[in-house]
């Protein structure tokens, strides 16, 4: 009797089988446009990275608007509307996942797995498995926890854009202060736990501030790359204590000093002019 020919008598349909296989001719399909949306999230945070950019850089040059309520209400809103998105991104590209590890055991599965049919339907009975939604939700829901649990907190604060919109809004207000994360080097900070605006090398204020990826330490391009260059052997930090070697290779810019020397100097002419007004 071939699988497709109907049993001697019917079987008892009162205990359904709890697992139901998945036709060999079902194909799910795991895309379902989320390359698409996940474009579309793409841009969203990129207007919204852009848009905050530009403020950051206006507000740089105009320190007096730090000071005013609608800076709060619009840094709140911007990170807010970020995270929002990035939330968004993190819950699309969990689905993705669940879909395709889904599909694959789907895939690996199909010839070992039993088509359910009146010949065979005592048998699917007695298999104890989750079936292809179960399976599938089960997932979704294991991969959502661990990205939006504390992970998620971890994932959106490594993010770069982020970060650096966080961070921007903090040094616009103070630029001398250290982050909350961040550890003052005592070597590079000055009389009350600030951050030291200048170079280490030249003492003078940063205007192209690179930073080392080996011991986070920040020169001033030029004075870094000289000594570099100009050493035969392996060029060692400059910092007193550190025990770090670099290269150029090591070097990146470091917006954030640069925004922090940009803030300082626009604060201070403030000052000046300020007093000059007063007398």
């Known amino acids: 009797m071939s699988s497709t020919e109907a049993p001697a008598s019917l079987p008892n349909f009162k205990e359904f089988p709890s697992y139901i296989p998945v036709h060999p001719s079902v194909k799910p399909n795991t895309e379902f446009g989320s390359l698409l949306l996940l474009r579309e ?3 969203q945070l990129l207007n919204i990275k852009s848009s905050a950019e530009s403020f950051i850089d206006y507000a740089s040059s105009n320190p007096q608007l ?6 709060k209400v619009y840094s709140e809103q911007i990170l807010s509307s970020f995270e929002k998105l990035y939330l968004a991104k993190t819950k699309l590209q969990a689905l993705q996942l669940a879909l395709k590890n889904t599909h694959r055991e ?3 599965n199909r010839r070992s797995t039993l088509e359910l049919t009146l010949s065979n339907y005592e048998s ?7 079936n292809f939604a179960d399976g599938f939700s089960d997932d979704l829901d294991e991969i959502i926890r ?12 490594r993010d770069p854009s982020f970060n650096f919109i966080r961070n921007s809004f903090f040094v616009l207000q103070f630029p001398e202060d250290p982050l909350q994360e961040e550890t ?3 070597e590079l900070a000055v009389e009350g736990g600030k951050i030291s605006l200048k170079d280490p090398l030249s003492m003078n204020y940063f205007t192209d501030p690179v ?7 920040v020169f001033e391009r030029h004075h870094i790359v000289r000594q570099i260059r100009g050493t035969r052997d392996r060029y060692a930090c400059p910092v007193t204590g550190c025990d770090a070697y670099l290269t150029e290779g090591d070097l990146s810019p470091d917006q954030l000093m640069k925004l922090r020397v940009k803030v300082y100097m626009g604060m201070a002419k403030k000052r000046d002019h300020e007093s000059v007004v007063r007398i």
């Not at 699917?124 to 989750?130: A, I, W």
């Not at 661990?146 to 604060?157: N, T």
């Open 41 to 43: 999230i793409e841009e």
């Open 66 to 71: 730090v000071s005013n309520s609608s800076f």
């Open 106 to 108: 789907l895939v690996e």
């Open 124 to 130: 699917c009975k007695e298999l104890v498995r989750k």
């Open 146 to 157: 661990e990205k939006l649990g504390a992970r998620f907190e971890e994932l959106l604060h």
């Open 184 to 186: 003052v080097d005592e």
């Open 211 to 217: 930073v080392s990826k080996k011991c986070s330490h």
